[in-house]
C-alpha cells in the first residue's frame, strides 16, 4: 500500500494549461482503469473531478481531463484560472475493496 | 440530496478508544460500499478502511489492522468506526465517504480526532 507519486507543487499563469503526474504501480495505476482525481481547497472536504481515469461527473468544467499511460496518471487543466488554485490529489483502486492515494500537489495560479 | 455527516471526534489521549460516526442521507446506504479516509493536519488523504453494502466484504489499511474496526448499519443508515489503542499520528480529519463502483463520490465535511496527552 505504498503512496502514489505527485509532484509536490505546480503552478501556471491564467489562460495556460497546466498538468499533474500521479506514478504508481502495476498493481495499482498500471493494473486498473480506475484512477480519481480530487480537489480540495482549505477547510474543504475533497471534491471528486476526474474518474475512470478520463471521465467527469456532472459539473466539472471540460478543462479538466484525465489520461493515462502504463503506471502514471494525470491531470491536465487547460485555461487556468485563479478559482483553479488547490490542492489537487490523485487515488487508485488497488484492488479487493483497497484504494491508495497520492501525496498531493499544490498548485499555484500566479 | 446526498449528505454524510460524521460525528465523535475529539481530543483523546494516547492508548485511548473513539467512534466515529457517519449519519447517510438521500439514499440507501445498503446499495453502497462506504470509506472511511482521513488526513493528517497538512498532509495529505489517506484510505483508512472500506465496508461492502452487506458487510460481507471488510479492508483495512495496514496500519490500521487489529486497532480499527468498522461496521454499519444500514437500518440506521449508519457507518462507524471503533477506533481503539490510538496513538499521536492517528491524530487527522475523519472522513465518510460513498463509493460508487470503485470512486469515492461524495464525501461527508469530517470529523477531527486529536490524539494527544
Known amino acids: 500500500q505504498s503512496a502514489l507519486t505527485q509532484p509536490r507543487s505546480v503552478s501556471g499563469s491564467p489562460g495556460q494549461s497546466v498538468t499533474i503526474s500521479c506514478t504508481g504501480s502495476?498493481?495499482?495505476?498500471?493494473?486498473?482503469?480506475?484512477v480519481s482525481w480530487y480537489q480540495q481547497n482549505p477547510g474543504k472536504a475533497p471534491k471528486l473531478m476526474i474518474y475512470d481515469v478520463i471521465k467527469r461527473p456532472s459539473g466539472v468544467p471540460d478543462r479538466f481531463s484525465g489520461s493515462k499511460s502504463g503506471n502514471t496518471a494525470s491531470l491536465t487543466i487547460s485555461g487556468l484560472q485563479a478559482e483553479d488554485e488547490a490542492d489537487y490529489y490523485c487515488?487508485?483502486?488497488?484492488?479487493?475493496?483497497?484504494?491508495?492515494f497520492g501525496g498531493g500537489t499544490k498548485l499555484t495560479v500566479l | 440530496e446526498v449528505q454524510l455527516v460524521e460525528s465523535g471526534g475529539g481530543l483523546v489521549k494516547p492508548g485511548g478508544s473513539l467512534r466515529l460516526s457517519c449519519a447517510a442521507s438521500?439514499?440507501?446506504?445498503?446499495?453502497?460500499?462506504m470509506n472511511w479516509v482521513r488526513q493528517a493536519p497538512g498532509e495529505g488523504l489517506e484510505w483508512v478502511s472500506s465496508?461492502?453494502?452487506?458487510?460481507?466484504?471488510?479492508y483495512y489499511a495496514d496500519s490500521m489492522k487489529g486497532r480499527f474496526t468498522i461496521s454499519r448499519d444500514n437500518a440506521k443508515n449508519s457507518l462507524y468506526l471503533q477506533m481503539n489503542s490510538l496513538r499521536p499520528e492517528d491524530t487527522a480529519m475523519y472522513y465518510c465517504?460513498?463509493?460508487?463502483?470503485?470512486?469515492?463520490?461524495?464525501w461527508g465535511q469530517g470529523t477531527l480526532v486529536t490524539v494527544s496527552s
Open positions: 465517504v460513498r463509493v460508487m463502483d470503485v470512486n469515492m463520490v461524495h
Open positions: 502495476s498493481t495499482d495505476v498500471g493494473h486498473y482503469n480506475y
Open positions: 438521500g439514499f440507501p446506504l445498503s446499495s453502497y460500499t
Open positions: 465496508i461492502s453494502g452487506s458487510s460481507s466484504y471488510i
Open positions: 487515488c487508485s483502486y488497488a484492488g479487493s475493496y483497497t484504494w491508495v
